[in-house]
């Protein structure tokens, strides 16, 4: 009999391991903590959904009709908890057990073909014939070289909890995505003084339009994503304005949401309009508690809160097995199938924009349909991965318009229906038109 397994319980983990369960495979979980849900435990207090509940949750699962329009942290980690109790995830997932390796089983094959071993850190080595990698993507942080040389407190995004973290007075922020915005405005909003450091122009959008979540405004999914994109600029054009309008805030180089980067959030804006943010352009280095910026100016802070992202680690995997361009592992199939590795997937390591958890259970769904290919065939290995890799571009992003993810499953879910229909009459070709 077939065994798989998952690692990680965060959303992503509870996820592939409930579609597994219920397309009747034999799964073992690994959490190398004590409780599901991941870094909703851990994420800063004033965390909130950019994304509305009604269009955040998993499947059959809707999220509690009695939560807001955009729920609070401690909300979405008690939902993926109830998600958990409801489906008895809790009495198969081995917590307190940390996986510290997984390697492909011996064989004249291609890399995973016939399996991996899973090692534990209690030094059980276990065999399965397929594992789903589920272990997160923001954990592992990321800050710059020139944080080395600041003497005050300092705080990465992913370990700030709230303004309880902060010393003195005079805050800045580095880093303007959605969690650098959050932090700025929770200090501001807490009356320190605080500057954020936005190197790039960047298109902020409202998470509303006429006081509906913007993902549920019906009668936009009438348009293209092409038109969408351009609605949506208009639309935040009018309720917020454009770069001009804030001081200091550097213009968009992109003509698109879809071309770069996009934050989903007015609030710094408000601030930034009241005084209590100041923007601030690239650091050019520091000096004990001095920042000098790139634009000649300098000035002192007290504390540093650094937005500046994550490496997205797999620090059970071989550096050798893992093929990267811009830090990212390269992938196919809508993210899901690692470069060159059989047998393995990555369940939340593409996050196409707009809701995050109903996406682990299609990406578990994809993957479950290449197990079964497998299992289908002579030996118990069909060669997935190397025919998507012949006929799909490799990708590296993590952030990723959803339009282009979703023509990526798409595509997948094309090649493999080739592939299976190839099967049932001859070799699988080459390549499928």
Same mark, same amino acid.
């Given at each position: 009999m077939t065994r798989y397994a998952v690692i990680g319980a965060g959303a992503a983990g509870v996820s592939a391991l409930q579609q597994l369960r219920r397309a009747g495979y034999d799964v073992d979980c690994f959490e190398?903590?004590?409780?599901?849900?991941?870094? $909703?435990?851990?994420?800063?207090?004033?965390?909130?959904?950019?994304?509305?509940?009604?269009m955040t949750h998993f499947e059959d699962f809707p999220m509690p009709s009695d939560y807001p329009h955009?729920?609070?942290?401690?909300?979405?980690?008690?939902?993926?908890?109830?998600?958990?109790?409801?489906?008895?995830?809790?009495?198969? *997932?081995r917590f307190n057990t940390a996986v510290v390796a997984v390697t492909p089983i011996a064989t004249d094959g291609p890399v995973g073909s016939a399996g991996w071993t899973v090692t534990l850190d209690s030094g059980e080595r276990i065999d399965y014939d397929g594992v789903l990698v589920g272990n997160g993507h923001l954990w592992h942080q990321k800050k710059p070289a020139a944080s080395a040389g600041f003497t005050g407190k300092q705080v990465h995004s992913g370990s700030y909890r709230n303004t309880g973290d902060i010393e003195g007075s005079r805050v800045l922020v580095v880093g303007a995505g959605n969690s650098g915005c959050d932090l700025a405005v929770d200090a501001a909003q807490h009356r320190y003084e605080v500057d954020i450091v936005i190197r790039?122009?960047?298109?902020?959008?409202?998470?509303?339009?006429f006081g509906?979540?913007?993902?549920?405004?019906? $009668?936009?999914?009438?348009?293209?994503?092409?038109e969408q994109d351009l609605i949506s600029r208009l639309l935040?054009?009018?309720?917020?304005?454009?770069?001009?309008?804030?001081?200091?805030?550097p213009v968009p180089k992109h003509r698109?949401?879809?071309?770069?980067?996009?934050?989903? %959030?007015?609030?710094?804006?408000? $601030?930034?309009?009241?005084?209590?943010?100041?923007?601030?352009?690239? *650091?050019?280095?520091?000096a004990g508690t001095t920042v000098h910026f790139t634009d000649g100016t300098a000035r002192d802070y007290d504390t540093i809160l650094w937005a500046t992202g994550f490496h997205s680690s797999l620090p059970f995997l071989a550096d050798d097995l893992v093929e990267r361009r811009c830090g990212a592992?390269?992938?196919?199939?809508?993210?899901?199938?690692?470069?060159?590795?059989?047998?393995?997937?990555? *369940?939340? #390591?593409?996050?196409?924009?707009?809701?995050?958890?109903?996406?682990?259970?299609?990406?578990?769904?994809?993957? *479950?349909? #290449?197990?079964?290919?497998?299992? &289908?065939?002579?030996?118990?290995?069909?060669?997935?991965?190397?025919?998507?890799?012949?006929?799909? %571009?490799?990708?590296?992003?993590?952030?990723?318009?959803?339009?282009? $993810? %979703?023509?990526?499953?798409?595509?997948?879910?094309?090649?493999?229906?080739?592939?299976?229909?190839?099967?049932?009459? &001859?070799?699988?070709?080459?390549?499928?038109?």
């Open positions: 190398k903590t004590d409780r599901v849900g991941g870094h $909703w435990h851990t994420d800063y207090d004033a965390l909130h959904l950019i994304t509305s509940r009604d955009f729920p609070r942290r401690d909300q979405v980690r008690e939902y993926i908890e109830s998600y958990a109790r409801h489906h008895g995830l809790s009495d198969v *997932i790039e122009g960047t298109y902020f959008q409202p998470k509303s339009y509906v979540p913007r993902q549920e405004v019906a $009668w936009l999914s009438a348009f293209a994503p092409d935040a054009r009018v309720s917020i304005g454009e770069a001009k309008d804030y001081p200091g805030m698109s949401l879809a071309e770069g980067s996009t934050v989903v %959030n007015s609030l710094l804006l408000y $601030w930034v309009q009241h005084g209590r943010v100041a923007i601030r352009p690239g *650091i050019e280095r520091i592992p390269l992938r196919f199939a809508g993210g899901v199938v690692p470069k060159g590795l059989e047998k393995l997937y990555y *369940i939340g #390591m593409a996050a196409p924009r707009g809701p995050q958890i109903p996406v682990y259970g299609v990406q578990a769904k994809l993957a *479950i349909r #290449m197990i079964a290919l497998h299992e &289908e065939a002579p030996g118990g290995f069909a060669g997935v991965q190397a025919y998507l890799a012949g006929l799909q %571009n490799e990708e590296h992003r993590i952030d990723i318009v959803r339009a282009i $993810w %979703n023509d990526q499953m798409a595509d997948t879910d094309r090649l493999l229906d080739a592939f299976s229909a190839a099967r049932e009459s &001859e070799p699988v070709p080459e390549a499928v038109a």
